[in-house]
Antibody, heavy 118, light 106 residues
Framework: EVQLVESGGGLVQPGGSLRLSCAAS????????MHWVRQAAGKGLEWVSG???????YYPGSVKGRFTISRENAKNSFYLQMDGLRAGDTAVYYC????????????WGQGTLVTVSS | SYELTQPPSVSVSPGQTASISCSGD?????YAWWYQQKPGQSPVLVI????KRPSGIPERFSGSNSGNTATLTISGTQPMDEADYYC?????????FGGGTKLTVL
C-alpha cells in the first residue's frame, strides 16, 4: 500500500524558515517523481515544487528562490526547505507522488499545516 | 503563465449526468487530469491523460479534451460524488491546477 506521511509543519513568523519532510513507503521510491502541493483554507490546489528521479527540480514563480525541494532515496524521503516565509504561504502542504512515464500525480499524503503569522 | 478556468459550482440531480468544464489556451494539445476532493480529505485522482480511469474509480467517471476545453463527465451521479473537482495540466515543466468546481448533488 502506497503511503506518504508529511511532517514538519507548524507556526512560523514571517521571514522565517521551515523544513517539511515526507516519508514514503509501499513503492520503489527512487523510480518516482515527487511533488509538493499546497492548499490554503477554503481555497484551491497550488503546486509548489517537483523533483524528478534524476534530482531535477522545478518550481513555479511564486516560490522560486525561496523554496528548495530535495530527495534522499536511501531514506525513501523527500523534503521542502521553505525560507523567507510569508503570510500567503499559510496552507496545508501535501506530498504527492508522480508517475514519470505518464506525468501523473497519483497519490497524496494527508497534509501538514504551515501557518505563517506573528 | 498558463491558466485553467473552471466554473465555481455545478449542480445535478441524483441519477443525472454532471459535466464539469476546464478551459485553457489550446488545452486540447495537452493532457488533462482530474481530482476529486471531499471535505477534510486529500484529493483523489479520478481521470488521467484526458480519459483514463485509475483502478478503483467507477466507470461513471469519464473525461474528454478537445480544443480549449477538457470535460469531466459523471454519468448517473450519486450523492457520494458531491465534492470539489480540480482539473490539472502541465505547462513548461510546471503543474497547473484549475480553481476547482464544487459539485452539488441535490
Amino acid at each position: 500500500e502506497v503511503q506518504l506521511v508529511e511532517s514538519g509543519g507548524g507556526l512560523v513568523q514571517p521571514g522565517g524558515s521551515l523544513r517539511l519532510s515526507c516519508a514514503a513507503s509501499g513503492f520503489n521510491f527512487s523510480n518516482y517523481d515527487m511533488h509538493w502541493v499546497r492548499q490554503a483554507a477554503g481555497k484551491g490546489l497550488e503546486w509548489v515544487s517537483g523533483i524528478g528521479t534524476a534530482g531535477d527540480t522545478y518550481y513555479p514563480g511564486s516560490v522560486k528562490g525561496r523554496f528548495t525541494i530535495s530527495r534522499e532515496n536511501a531514506k525513501n524521503s523527500f523534503y521542502l526547505q521553505m525560507d523567507g516565509l510569508r503570510a500567503g504561504d499559510t496552507a496545508v502542504y501535501y506530498c504527492v507522488r508522480g508517475v514519470e512515464a505518464t506525468t501523473t500525480i497519483d497519490y497524496w499524503g494527508q497534509g501538514t499545516l504551515v501557518t505563517v503569522s506573528s | 503563465s498558463y491558466e485553467l478556468t473552471q466554473p465555481p459550482s455545478v449542480s445535478v440531480s441524483p441519477g443525472q449526468t454532471a459535466s464539469i468544464s476546464c478551459s485553457g489556451d489550446k488545452l486540447g494539445n495537452k493532457y488533462a487530469w482530474w481530482y476529486q476532493q471531499k471535505p477534510g480529505q486529500s484529493p483523489v485522482l479520478v481521470i488521467y491523460q484526458d480519459m483514463k480511469r485509475p483502478s478503483g474509480i467507477p466507470e461513471r467517471f469519464s473525461g474528454s479534451n478537445s480544443g480549449n476545453t477538457a470535460t469531466l463527465t459523471i454519468s448517473g451521479t450519486q450523492p457520494m460524488d458531491e465534492a470539489d473537482y480540480y482539473c490539472q495540466a502541465w505547462d513548461s515543466s510546471t503543474v497547473v491546477f484549475g480553481g476547482g468546481t464544487k459539485l452539488t448533488v441535490l
